[in-house]
């Protein structure tokens, strides 16, 4: 294990809602440049363990640094360097693509160019239609520009490429590879086996809230003693994992 501190270190995250236990017992440590994907059928625990590493949720117990801030209690200096793709729903639906880059570089001291970020992902065509005229593959591409618009050391993707076209997954795919490349840390949430075996360093299993498995794509598929990484899931955690693509 590595002797430097985690970008990410999430240490016995418990969370519940009301009779539901979604999160129980999640420690994690991503390094510094390192791509964690987590994956798991749906329910299983994935959004409320990153939303609690964005500090975005409260744990009912457990603890979060991230790059050493403390994602409760250092909120302000966290979304300086954390950029998290959220849902499109948060955002002001009456506000043009470039509006809500302009309104998000604002927050930042040294942000991406408008015009880098809208290209980014595509959009630079789309740069004067409103949020809500856009098509949802492309609310959820702007979503991702708005997540990096901070130039953030540390990016949470929740489900990057569900419902994407090919053409603009794999245009997403080579956005994580170029943060990738410029040491960003990436927490990738995924439903795609091929997105998560091209981009992830290692990849969490959870399921029913607890992580089952952890380890590189190739130790996975080793460890569950199967043919590749579909099979390693089924293998490991008694479940298809569904499409929702
Ligand atoms: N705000 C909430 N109130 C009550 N229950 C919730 C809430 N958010 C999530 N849950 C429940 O907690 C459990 C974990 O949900 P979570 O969204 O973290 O799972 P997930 O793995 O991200 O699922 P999906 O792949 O469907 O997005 C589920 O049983 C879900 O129904």
Redo the contacts with the bound molecule.
């Keep these: 294990m590595s002797t430097t501190a985690p970008a990410i270190h999430a240490e016995n995250l418990h ?1 519940r ?2 009779q ?4 129980d017992d999640v420690s994690l440590r991503v390094e510094e440049g390192e791509v964690l994907g ?1 994956l ?12 609690m590493i964005a500090g975005l949720r409260k744990p009912d117990s457990g603890r979060v640094t991230v790059l050493g801030l403390d994602a409760r209690r250092d909120r302000a200096r966290l979304r300086q360097v954390l950029g998290v793709q959220l849902q499109a729903s948060y955002l002001h639906h009456a506000l043009k693509a470039e509006e809500l880059v302009h309104m998000y570089r604002s927050f930042y001291p040294d942000p991406r160019p408008a015009a880098e970020l809208l290209d980014l992902v595509g959009l630079a065509d789309q740069r004067r239609t409103i949020f809500e005229k856009l098509s949802g593959g492309q609310q959820q591409r702007l979503s991702i520009a708005l997540a990096l618009a901070g130039r953030p050391r540390v990016v949470i993707l ?2 990057l490429t569900t419902g994407l076209d090919p053409r603009a997954r794999r245009q997403m795919w080579r956005t994580v590879e170029q943060l990738r490349d410029g040491n960003v840390t990436i927490v990738l ?1 995924s ?1 795609a086996m091929e997105e998560v075996e091209r981009l992830c360093d290692r990849v969490a299993l ?1 399921d029913r ?1 607890r992580i089952i498995a952890l380890d590189t794509p190739a130790g996975l598929v080793r460890q569950a003693r199967a043919a590749d990484l579909d099979d390693a899931f089924v293998a490991l955690t008694g479940k298809e994992l569904e499409n ?1 693509e």
């Design positions: 969370k809602y009301r539901t236990v979604a999160v987590i798991g059928t749906n329910g299983a625990g994935k959004t409320t363990t990153v939303e929740d489900e949430v439903h959870i809230g929702t």
